[in-house]
């Protein structure tokens, strides 16, 4: 072969690298910067709008104060990982926000990586990525509050793509990444194990798949995912009535009385909140692709059934849970995890046919990517003109505020801050890293009486209705529990505070009281 000369090479180069230009453009390969950059101006916003936490933000503000196998009624997975963060960053809403939104990109960019890897057009990949976008669970919910969901959402992909891997080229190392991502997915939410039997349902209905099952190779999934959930599965067990008894409550608090009744209450809502999560996805397809999207839900390929066959295999787990566990209520974020790959079932549909253009393609992205673009204003939007409509959220109550000016006039740093909820007491713990905060629904957050000495120890709740409020009942009983009954209430203080981005003369209140304990 005749070497190439110096010019020809130069040219063959420049050749070369115009089709791979042109080949990541009309692949739309630019999607996961566009997202990247998109999460850095939601965890700025974030950062900067303000300093208080919602709900699910706050826990692990709380639970962060330590380490444990297991904290409560979810998996610790996610606490463990922000914990690690605290601990290397330090405690603050920036190191929150980061991680998530780091998270969050990895969910939406294991979804591209999914996709090319499963379909044939790899612009499908970038439509099935975007369309996540479309999901007002996922770009909203997930987006403000939700924290062991997003990584569980992570799980389930890499899963999926690992599984896929293997059932098309097999290797030790594959067996092992879904044996360490089915253990991390069950550390994320106890509802993956509806996942992992779906995946198991999926692989053996397909003819490779059987095949990868029975090597023995599998032998090193199943021992990797029982060495990962090992720990907190010995937490779990001596929890169980924790666990159980919050997750079955939880989805069953809708119960009418009877069997025959709560089963229809069941099955209603099932396709109640599937519908919700489905339809505003499921109706952008129809309206851009139209007759090629109706046309594709009866194309058929072999990723496409791989797929269809997991959305199956969990919506008959789910009823069946329904019939045997009787649970009456299913809430968005617990079938979030499932519902999130109908985009993608969708492209493989799409892809499978083969009937859709690049002007559809183009047109389809230009819904999610103005998302994009107004997704950050309306969330920001959401804090800073409350004031107009006299209607606050978590982010607008003035915690800062508070302990700055409870603390400034006492003139002494308190031992412990004691409140009921975590969400009050992730929201004081942000705001005094180095101080312990007990909640009184939290038996673990609780110090001893001998540790407590003589130092002071403030005490806090909030207003209710707008109005100032006396100390709760859960204060008064933690009060007595640890001082004793003879000793008397400290007195109690109310402030009225403005809301961050509020208008007069509306008022946040809360409740305080300081007690300095006789050293024992």
Same mark, same amino acid.
């Given at each position: 072969?005749?070497?190439?000369?110096?010019?020809?090479?130069?040219?063959?180069?420049?050749?070369?690298?115009?089709?791979?230009?042109?080949?990541?453009?009309?692949?739309?390969?630019?999607?996961?910067?566009?997202?990247?950059?998109?999460?850095?101006?939601?965890?700025? !916003?974030?950062?900067?709008?303000? +300093?208080? %936490?919602?709900?699910?933000?706050?826990?692990?503000?709380?639970?962060?104060?330590?380490?444990?196998?297991?904290?409560?009624?979810?998996?610790?997975?996610?606490?463990?990982?922000?914990?690690?963060?605290?601990?290397?960053? +330090?405690?603050?809403?920036?190191?929150?926000?980061? %991680? /998530?939104?780091?998270?969050?990109?990895? $969910?939406?960019?294991?979804?591209?990586?999914?996709?090319?890897?499963?379909?044939?057009?790899?612009?499908?990949?970038?439509?099935?990525?975007?369309?996540?976008?479309?999901?007002?669970?996922?770009?909203?919910?997930?987006? #403000? =509050?939700?924290?062991?969901?997003?990584?569980?959402?992570?799980?389930?992909?890499? %899963?999926?793509?690992?599984?896929?891997?293997?059932?098309?080229?097999?290797?030790?190392?594959?067996?092992?990444?879904?044996?360490?991502?089915?253990?991390?997915?069950?550390?994320?939410?106890?509802?993956?194990?509806?996942?992992?039997?779906?995946?198991?349902?999926?692989?053996?209905? *397909?003819?490779?798949?059987?095949?990868?099952?029975?090597?023995?190779?599998?032998?090193?999934?199943?021992?990797?995912?029982?060495?990962?959930?090992?720990?907190?599965?010995?937490?779990?067990?001596?929890?169980? =009535?924790?666990?159980?008894?919050?997750?079955?409550?939880?989805?069953?608090?809708?119960?009418?009385?009877?069997?025959?009744?709560?089963?229809?209450?069941?099955?209603?809502?099932?396709?109640?909140?599937?519908?919700?999560?489905?339809?505003?996805?499921?109706?952008?397809?129809?309206?851009?692709?139209?007759?090629?999207?109706?046309?594709?839900?009866?194309?058929? @390929?072999?990723?496409? =059934?791989?797929?269809?066959? !997991?959305?199956?295999?969990?919506?008959?787990?789910?009823?069946?849970?329904?019939?045997?566990?009787?649970?009456?209520?299913? #809430?968005? #974020?617990?079938?979030?995890?499932?519902?999130?790959?109908?985009?993608?079932?969708?492209?493989? /549909?799409? =892809?499978?046919? +083969?009937?859709?253009?690049?002007?559809?393609? /183009?047109?389809?992205?230009?819904?999610?990517?103005?998302?994009?673009?107004?997704?950050?204003?309306?969330?920001?939007?959401?804090?800073?003109?409350?004031?107009?409509? *006299?209607?606050?959220?978590?982010?607008?109550?003035?915690?800062?505020?508070? %302990?700055?000016?409870? !603390?400034?006039?006492?003139?002494?740093?308190?031992?412990? $801050?004691?409140?009921?909820?975590? *969400?009050?007491?992730?929201?004081?713990? $942000?705001?005094?890293?180095?101080?312990?905060?007990?909640?009184?629904?939290? @038996?673990?957050?609780?110090?001893?009486?001998?540790?407590?000495?003589? @130092?002071?120890?403030?005490?806090?709740?909030?207003?209710?209705?707008?109005?100032? @409020?006396?100390?709760?009942?859960?204060?008064?009983?933690?009060?007595?529990?640890?001082?004793?009954?003879?000793?008397?209430?400290?007195?109690?203080?109310?402030?009225?505070?403005?809301?961050?981005?509020?208008?007069?003369?509306?008022?946040?209140?809360?409740?305080?009281?300081?007690?300095?304990?006789?050293?024992?």
């Amino acid at each position: 072969m005749k070497p190439l000369q110096n010019g020809n090479a130069i040219d063959a180069f420049e050749e070369e690298a115009s089709i791979s230009g042109n080949q990541v453009s009309s692949d739309f390969g630019w999607v996961p910067w566009a997202l990247a950059a998109y999460f850095v101006v939601q965890a700025a !916003i974030r950062i900067f709008i303000s +300093g208080s %936490l919602r709900i699910d933000e706050a826990q692990q503000f709380f639970v962060g104060q330590w380490l444990a196998w297991g904290y409560d009624a979810q998996p610790p997975l996610y606490n463990w990982l922000q914990y690690g963060v605290f601990h290397v960053f +330090g405690m603050s809403v920036a190191s929150f926000v980061i %991680l /998530k939104n780091l998270l969050l990109f990895l $969910v939406y960019a294991s979804y591209h990586k999914l996709l090319r890897l499963l379909v044939v057009d790899k612009k499908l990949a970038a439509v099935g990525t975007l369309s996540l976008l479309t999901m007002p669970q996922i770009f909203w919910q997930a987006q #403000r =509050d939700l924290t062991h969901t997003v990584l569980t959402l992570l799980a389930v992909v890499m %899963l999926i793509y690992f599984v896929v891997t293997t059932i098309r080229r097999p290797t030790l190392i594959s067996y092992a990444m879904i044996g360490l991502w089915a253990g991390l997915g069950m550390l994320t939410k106890y509802n993956f194990a509806l996942v992992v039997m779906s995946v198991f349902v999926a692989a053996l209905c *397909h003819p490779e798949g059987r095949k990868r099952i029975l090597n023995i190779r599998v032998l090193v999934t199943l021992a990797i995912s029982v060495l990962v959930v090992l720990p907190h599965a010995v937490w779990m067990v001596s929890n169980m =009535d924790l666990v159980l008894t919050t997750t079955v409550n939880t989805m069953s608090e809708q119960g009418a009385g009877g069997k025959l009744s709560d089963i229809a209450h069941g099955i209603a809502d099932l396709v109640k909140t599937t519908v919700e999560i489905a339809i505003p996805t499921t109706l952008i397809f129809l309206l851009v692709f139209r007759q090629a999207f109706l046309r594709s839900l009866r194309a058929r @390929s072999e990723w496409s =059934d791989f797929i269809g066959r !997991i959305l199956a295999s969990t919506a008959i787990i789910l009823v069946a849970l329904i019939f045997i566990v009787t649970l009456t209520e299913f #809430r968005d #974020r617990w079938l979030l995890p499932f519902l999130f790959l109908l985009p993608l079932y969708f492209c493989l /549909k799409l =892809d499978a046919a +083969g009937s859709q253009s690049e002007a559809e393609l /183009k047109k389809f992205l230009f819904i999610p990517l103005t998302l994009m673009v107004a997704l950050p204003i309306i969330i920001a939007a959401d804090i800073l003109l409350a004031r107009f409509f *006299h209607s606050y959220g978590h982010l607008n109550t003035p915690y800062a505020t508070f %302990l700055n000016e409870v !603390i400034g006039a006492e003139g002494k740093q308190p031992l412990a $801050v004691v409140t009921t909820t975590w *969400h009050k007491a992730g929201n004081i713990r $942000v705001n005094m890293p180095n101080t312990p905060v007990i909640s009184t629904e939290y @038996s673990a957050s609780d110090l001893s009486r001998q540790a407590m000495g003589g @130092s002071p120890i403030l005490l806090v709740w909030n207003e209710r209705n707008g109005q100032q @409020s006396s100390m709760p009942d859960e204060l008064k009983q933690w009060f007595e529990a640890k001082f004793g009954k003879a000793i008397q209430l400290p007195a109690q203080q109310d402030i009225g505070l403005p809301y961050y981005y509020g208008r007069d003369p509306d008022r946040y209140h809360f409740g305080y009281a300081w007690y300095y304990p006789t050293a024992e």
